[in-house]
């Protein structure tokens, strides 16, 4: 039986290739009615040819196969069954799955999973059951960087002939410009495609979507340094065999800005290279280690951002009209690097700051036994997976399951001071003209400043206060601030139910049953403090 947003495979024999092995002459066209859908094919080794398809509507297919091998057919599509949603797509400023269902992204970082021994995966995926995520940041490639030196059974592609590929144990970051090709991305080792899609199905399966990193600096095997042509040939590769699966995702890198062997004019041939031969047009970002990558490609479908301040979701939302995810925020956890040693606390904060104004964040740790002699031996999540150690994993489960209760997204409701961080000239001169006289002297020297100090300024004072966009429900988020009442802008026409939420303790408490307009809210004077206010029609 064949299911809507479940991946359907046809399996053919034929003989092996006599040249490339990714190069491969086979496709099908899929027809709906009037729609028609090509999917290319690709080589599985052992004389097989596999083409798959994900059929993103219910109805009675017809298919023709064309190429090495020729075929045709047809597939009885039944409705999605529970629990199955489709890929997620970008809707302006939010996310969404294939079937209208909402997707609040609530990201971890296991960048090595792929890459590990049976018994870590194990108690990774084991540990992942338990966890609130529902997005993973891992890598294609393997990585090379602290506490994470160790080479992975098997690697994407066979090595060239004539050649050798030998274990350096360099730092991160070193690219010889002499190193001789290793690999050959015409041949790839069949086993490691194989073990890597067990990975994904078994993610797909868990509710778990997948932010594939395509490319990463992070390298001491020569994957980093393929050249232009073999770059293409891989990702023509990848996408011919991952595309289908419903809950892949394309990060064209992580850390672009220090992939060096590559330039700015390399990453739209990607994106289009891969727009080109996904026909199911997942979601696809470019995340920075500094500068960030330009978003308003055209196929670049969200914002994917390392940043250290969170208060930047309603610029980038405004200046690209597209869905912001703080992939990196940096991690939980007590290494020596300022990276990965920020709190628990802190990083639940950043989560409703980021959540509150209508952003995606993702979750990262990073423990480090004081005890451990050998750190390559170190097992840290953010790394390799393992068992989750920090507090803030079932706290971001607290504002999951607030998010879900909501059900619809939230957009940033941008007041006071900090609305100057997002107005043109022309649309700042127009407020200007509207405050009351005693105000405008104290923004007009404000505006004096430059920049760089009015954004300094104006982020140790955010607001961080999101709404649906039918205003049925607002969430208030106040941080580190201590406050013992706040006051409240509700819509006067509507009767709203009032909580006050405690983020770090879990705890909701009903603060006013008929609230409406301005109205004043007592809190306990603590950190970690939000408000929630629900329309009751």
């Known amino acids: 039986m ?104 609530f990201g971890t970082t296991v960048y090595a999973l792929a890459h590990q021994s049976g018994e870590l995966t194990e108690e990774t995926f084991s540990s992942l059951r338990e966890a609130p995520f529902n997005k993973v940041r891992m890598c294609l490639f393997p990585k090379h960087y602290n506490y994470n030196h160790n080479d992975p059974d098997f690697f994407p592609f066979n090595i060239l002939p004539g050649r050798k590929y030998e274990f350096r144990d360099a730092p991160a970051f070193v690219d010889p410009s002499d190193e001789i090709p290793v690999w050959d991305v015409h041949h790839p080792d069949f086993r490691f495609w194989d073990s890597f899609e067990k990975k994904l199905v078994r993610l797909d399966k868990m509710g778990i979507q997948v932010d594939l990193i395509l490319f990463h600096p992070y390298d001491r095997w020569g994957f980093a340094k393929l050249s232009p042509e073999d770059n293409l040939v891989y990702l023509d590769y990848l996408v011919r065999r991952f595309a289908a699966y419903p809950n892949i995702w394309w990060s064209l ?65 405004r200046k690209y009209g597209k869905p912001v995810l703080y992939d990196e925020c940096v991690y939980e956890g007590n290494l020596p690097e300022t990276w990965g040693s920020i709190s628990a606390a802190e990083m639940v904060n950043r989560f409703w700051k980021v959540t509150a104004t209508g952003g995606y964040c993702t979750h990262g740790e990073v423990f480090l036994d004081p005890a ?45 001071i900090w609305n100057l961080l997002t107005m ?11 405050l009351p006289s005693g105000m405008k002297g104290l923004v007009r020297v404000m505006l004096s400043m430059d920049k760089v100090e009015l954004t300094r ?37 509507r009767v709203y139910k009032v909580e006050v939420l405690d983020a770090w303790n879990m705890t909701r408490m009903l603060a006013n049953n008929a609230a409406s307009g301005k109205t004043v809210i007592r809190l306990p004077g603590h950190e970690y403090m939000a408000v929630l206010a629900t329309a009751k029609k």
């Not at 993103?56 to 298919?63: A, F, I, M, Q």
């Not at 999540?381 to 998010?403: D, E, N, Y």
């Not at 941080?479 to 013992?484: E, K, R, S």
């Open 372 to 416: 451990q002699e050998e750190l390559d031996e170190a097992v840290l999540w953010w790394a390799k997976g393992g068992k989750l150690k920090g507090k803030s994993p079932r706290r971001i489960a607290f504002l999951r399951s607030i998010m879900e209760e909501i059900g619809d997204p939230l957009s940033p409701v941008v007041g006071g």
């Open 253 to 317: 890198a992580n850390e672009y800005d220090l992939c060096r062997a590559k330039d700015l004019s390399d990453w739209p041939k990607f994106e289009d290279k891969i727009a080109e031969t996904d026909p199911y047009h997942h979601l696809m970002s470019n995340h920075n280690c500094f500068p960030l990558y330009d978003f308003s490609h055209e196929k670049i479908t969200h914002c994917s951002c390392q940043l250290r301040t969170m208060t930047m979701v309603p610029e980038l939302q």
């Open 2 to 105: 064949d299911y809507q947003y479940e991946m359907k495979e046809l399996t053919f024999k034929g003989p092996e290739p006599s040249g490339s092995h990714v190069e491969t002459d086979l496709e099908a066209v899929f027809t709906l009615g009037e729609e028609k859908t090509t999917v290319k094919g690709f080589y599985a080794g052992d004389g097989q040819y596999r083409i798959r398809f994900l059929p993103l509507k219910e109805g009675n297919y017809t298919y023709k196969v064309s190429g090495i091998v020729s075929d045709s057919g047809s597939l009885s599509v039944q409705p999605a069954r529970a629990g199955q949603h489709g890929p997620v797509w970008a809707e302006e400023t939010h996310l969404r799955f294939a079937d209208g269902t909402w997707f609040h992204s």
């Open 424 to 434: 043109s000239e022309t649309e700042l001169a127009q407020a200007l003209e509207k």
């Open 457 to 493: 300024h104006v982020d140790a004072e955010a607001e961080f206060v999101g709404a649906t966009d039918d205003r049925r429900v607002f969430l208030f988020y106040y941080g580190t601030d201590c406050h013992a009442r706040v006051t409240i802008d509700l819509p006067e026409d």
